[in-house]
């Protein structure tokens, strides 16, 4: 009975470790009854029953926001998800008769690499739930993402708890496996507290406008227009010398008042761009063809004249395209989704007077392989533009928050984190959150940034390192410990053969 509670435990405590609740330090010990359990059962079925069952219930648990846009879509995407618990857990079974050392290793290596597969696959991946953004709730940790990535804390994180259940189960001194972990765990931290990144570059003065909708979540006459307006209103509460930069967030253009097809909706943005001697990032959709549109951010110069746009280039699947469409047309919310959006190709910096802008939209920024590109190419200073009206009020304004300051921690770069119905914020460099919205109100949001002078982050040098060293050293560790077993079959074999 013990064991077929095990799951559930490890689903709620690994829950718990995230917003809305946010109790991190639990990430470290939340995988331990799993891992007990999975050291206990007695069958690959039955392992392959405590992986699913932890998938089910963590990511319902995490993930319940996403019924907000149909209860198949949450279903379709918590079985897919539950269902790389399943093999990580069939993994780990096997892995038992290899000996503690070889267990432990490959425990932590095949964790790192199902974090990896499912951040890429299906359609671009789903890195929601990764085990290391607990990390980002408290300072030190999150500071030390800088050197290691939100990878890396998954790798530590799994250590730990591989490395505890082996001291509970087997009754072994931890030395071997969990005081290293533990460690590395606490050097990170001692690095993340005594060099926190920070950008300490020329300062500039951001209003960022939360316009809200007049019905998030659903479609209403002139949706697009109404929001256009409510920001352009807000925008006209400004006043000259308050702001360098105006960001309207994802979509506040929407198609039907796109700045790039409608002079008219220009000509607006301009004037305001002129009144305040400011630039202006304005989140957008453009209606290309009847059967594709594009996402993107456009700037705008002081003068109003459009002088740069950013294409989304990591669109959501069955939200922004819907893949193999044909397969999928007897679904019928997918009428919601008519047209495919078309991918930007290029990573875009727009030049201001004070460094250089990168920005990324909403999805994109919880891909920590879209934002390092463009500090990479040079960007100083990140936005990312966001709408999250269709998820009503659940945690997953806070959820997507945690996910892009560690993005900011990672990189060393503060971020201008820009939604429609909130929350808004401004993250500094070392992921700490200077100002913040409510969701679901209007609101203008004053903040100064700074952009990043330094030298480029350790992860933003040399990405998942952590995680690569421990699919890779978890890969051998299991095909010798796999290939040393047939052999000793074999041998046993023969032994009785003659």
Same mark, same amino acid.
């Given at each position: 009975?013990?064991? @077929?509670?095990?799951?559930?435990?490890?689903?709620?405590?690994?829950?718990?470790?995230?917003?809305?609740?946010?109790?991190? /330090?639990?990430?470290?010990?939340?995988?331990?009854?799993?891992?007990?359990a999975l050291r206990r059962v007695e069958s690959q079925r039955?392992?392959?029953?405590?992986?699913?069952?932890?998938?089910?219930?963590?990511? %319902?648990l995490l993930l319940f926001w996403v019924k907000e846009t149909g209860?198949?879509?949450?279903?379709?995407?918590?079985?897919?998800?539950?269902?790389?618990?399943?093999?990580?857990? /069939?993994?780990?079974?096997?892995?038992?008769?290899?000996?503690?050392?070889?267990?432990w290793i490959t425990a932590v290596g095949a964790w790192a690499f199902i974090e990896l597969i499912r951040a890429h696959i299906p359609f671009g991946g789903f890195p929601w739930g990764l085990l290391g953004y607990p990390a980002g709730e408290y300072q030190w940790t999150r500071a030390a993402t800088q050197f290691i990535g939100t990878t890396g804390w998954s790798v530590l994180f799994v250590a730990v708890s591989a490395g505890l259940t082996l001291f509970v189960t087997d009754r072994r001194r931890p030395s071997r496996w969990l005081v290293p972990a533990l460690a590395a765990t606490v050097l990170f931290t001692f690095l993340g507290a005594v060099s926190p990144p920070t950008a300490?570059? @020329?300062?500039?003065?951001?209003?960022?406008?939360?316009?809200?909708?007049?019905?998030?979540?659903?479609?209403?006459?002139?949706?697009?227009?109404?929001?256009?307006?409510s920001h352009l209103e807000l925008t006209g509460t400004l006043l000259p010398g308050d702001v360098d930069l105006v960001v309207w967030p994802e979509s506040a253009a929407g198609s039907s008042v796109e700045l790039g097809t409608h002079p008219d909706r220009h000509?607006?943005?301009?004037?305001?761009?002129?009144?305040?001697?400011?630039?202006?990032?304005?989140g957008s959709q453009r209606n290309l063809d009847e059967d594709s549109f594009t996402n993107l951010n456009v700037l705008l110069d002081p003068t109003g004249k459009i002088v740069g746009e950013y294409w989304k280039q990591h669109p959501v699947p069955f939200g922004e395209y819907v893949p193999f469409r044909p397969l999928f047309d007897w679904i019928p919310?997918?009428?919601q989704v008519p047209r495919d959006l078309v991918r930007g190709?290029?990573? %875009?910096?727009?030049?201001?007077?004070g460094g250089r802008l990168g920005s990324v939209i909403s999805f @994109?920024?919880?891909?920590?392989?879209? %934002?390092?590109?463009?500090?990479?190419?040079?960007? @100083?200073?990140?936005?990312?533009?966001?709408?999250?009206?269709?998820?009503?009020?659940?945690?997953?304004?806070?959820?997507?928050?945690?996910? %892009?300051?560690?993005?900011?921690?990672?990189l060393g770069t503060e971020v201008v984190h820009a939604a429609i119905t909130g929350r808004s914020a401004f993250i500094s460099a070392d992921g700490s959150i200077d100002l913040k919205t409510e969701p679901f109100i209007s609101e203008v949001m004053l903040g100064t940034v700074h952009f990043r002078t330094g030298g480029l982050t350790v992860y933003a040098r040399i990405g998942d390192w952590l995680q690569y060293v421990a699919v890779a050293v978890g890969s051998v560790v299991a095909s010798a410990a796999w290939l040393n077993r047939r052999r000793e079959s074999a041998a046993l074999a023969s032994k009785g053969d003659a």
């Open positions: 009975m013990l064991i @077929e509670l095990a799951p559930l435990l490890s689903a709620f405590l690994m829950w718990a470790a995230f917003r809305p609740l946010g109790w991190g /330090v639990l990430a470290l010990v939340a995988l331990t009854p799993l891992l007990a039955g392992a392959a029953a405590l992986g699913f069952t932890y998938g089910v219930g963590f990511y %319902t209860y198949l879509s949450l279903v379709a995407l918590v079985l897919l998800l539950a269902g790389f618990a399943t093999v990580y857990a /069939v993994i780990v079974y096997h892995a038992r008769a290899w000996g503690r050392t070889a267990w300490d570059g @020329e300062e500039m003065e951001v209003a960022i406008i939360q316009g809200n909708s007049p019905c998030p979540g659903e479609r209403c006459a002139n949706e697009n227009a109404q929001i256009f307006d000509a607006q943005v301009a004037a305001e761009a002129r009144r305040l001697d400011a630039w202006f990032l304005v919310a997918l009428d190709e290029d990573v %875009t910096i727009f030049e201001l007077p @994109e920024g919880a891909f920590a392989r879209s %934002t390092r590109p463009q500090v990479r190419e040079g960007a @100083e200073l990140l936005v990312v533009a966001t709408n999250k009206a269709s998820f009503g009020d659940t945690p997953v304004s806070d959820q997507f928050i945690g996910m %892009t300051r560690m993005r900011a921690a990672e």
